[in-house]
């Protein structure tokens, strides 16, 4: 199965296009400048022989609509937990400029179980929330980013029951969780024993749960993947670009998704609130 028989009319695609992301438009500037980080990531990773695919709503928009859902406003991959410190030290030595890599090791304070690949040279404003004292809504800034999930072996049952322990005691370790300085203390004490249960779960996962893939523990996502859809990858077109893909995407969409071709309602349709662009460094022409 191809993309193309999957992709919606084009008739539509211009009618989204037209209410979403137009050219010119702040989203679909975000979105090409998105390309360009997905576009150094793929470099990075093909030079250093590390493996990946796509995820989430990009897969689904490469699927569907060869790029971007048209309201979309980020970018998703994974790679094997086990190949994270291999990607860290490749993006930190052959990343290029305005692209730079974090993760829990080098920003503080990142609450994220996850990595990102950011591009320095364009700052968002979106809205993040309320505040819990006045009620009104937040705003922060930011760089625009792509989000590097790792996937182990384990299942939805096993997250959703180490998560609440383990998500909240790693939280409040790396001061992202604010709520009361003797739940933080409790939290401190207790994220020796969450790692070491963590590390059990890592364990059984790669002798009992070969053929299951989820987010790594305290990620907050919960959708099972499988090997057979995974492996071996395939390629799917991107925005004009060919990148990693699971072999049977129909299928990884489906455990996600469900009915991954149909769009949805308006009402239905979620993406992070980014209110303007603050701030955008035009490279050389």
């Known amino acids: 199965m191809t993309a193309k028989d999957k992709i919606i009319t084009p008739e539509l695609q211009e ?12 989203l679909r500037t975000i979105q090409l400048n998105l390309t360009d980080i ?18 989430l709503g990009t897969l689904l928009g490469a699927a569907r609509h060869k790029g971007f859902i048209p309201w979309d406003d980020d970018l998703d991959i994974c790679i094997m937990k086990k190949d994270h ?4 030290k490749a993006l930190k030595k052959d990343l290029q400029p305005p692209f730079s890599f ?17 591009n320095n040279n364009i700052t968002i404003s979106r809205m993040y929330g309320t505040s819990p004292k006045t009620g009104e809504p937040m705003e922060r800034e930011e760089n625009i980013w792509l989000d590097v999930f790792m996937m182990i072996n384990a299942t939805v049952k096993s997250s959703k029951r180490i998560d609440p322990f383990f998500g909240r005691c790693y939280r409040r370790r790396y001061n992202s969780l604010e709520d009361g300085s003797f739940k933080h203390f409790i939290g401190i004490c207790l994220y020796p024993f969450a ?18 893939f989820v987010y790594d523990f305290g990620s907050g996502f919960y959708a099972l993947r499988r090997s057979a859809d995974i492996f071996p990858l395939g390629e799917i077109e991107f925005e004009g670009h060919k990148f990693p893909a699971p072999g ?17 309602d ?11 662009i603050v701030q955008q460094v035009l490279g050389p022409n």
């Not at 410190?85 to 860290?88: D, I, N, P, S, V």
């Not at 974090?102 to 950011?118: C, E, Q």
């Not at 049977?248 to 949805?264: A, T």
């Open 85 to 88: 410190r291999k990607l860290a």
């Open 15 to 26: 009618q989204l296009r037209q209410r979403y992301n137009p050219d010119g438009s702040v």
């Open 195 to 212: 790692q070491l249960l963590v590390q059990f779960m890592y364990l059984w996962g790669k002798v009992f749960r070969r053929d299951c």
């Open 38 to 55: 997905l576009i150094e990531f793929d470099r990075v990773c093909r030079k250093n022989d590390i493996r990946y695919w796509l995820d």
């Open 102 to 118: 974090i993760d829990a090791n080098t920003a503080k304070g990142n609450p994220r179980r996850w990595a990102r690949v950011l």
């Open 248 to 264: 049977r995407y129909d299928d990884y969409l489906k455990r996600i998704y469900g009915d991954w071709e149909k769009v949805p």
């Open 266 to 276: 308006s009402d239905k349709i979620n993406n992070h609130n980014i209110l303007r």
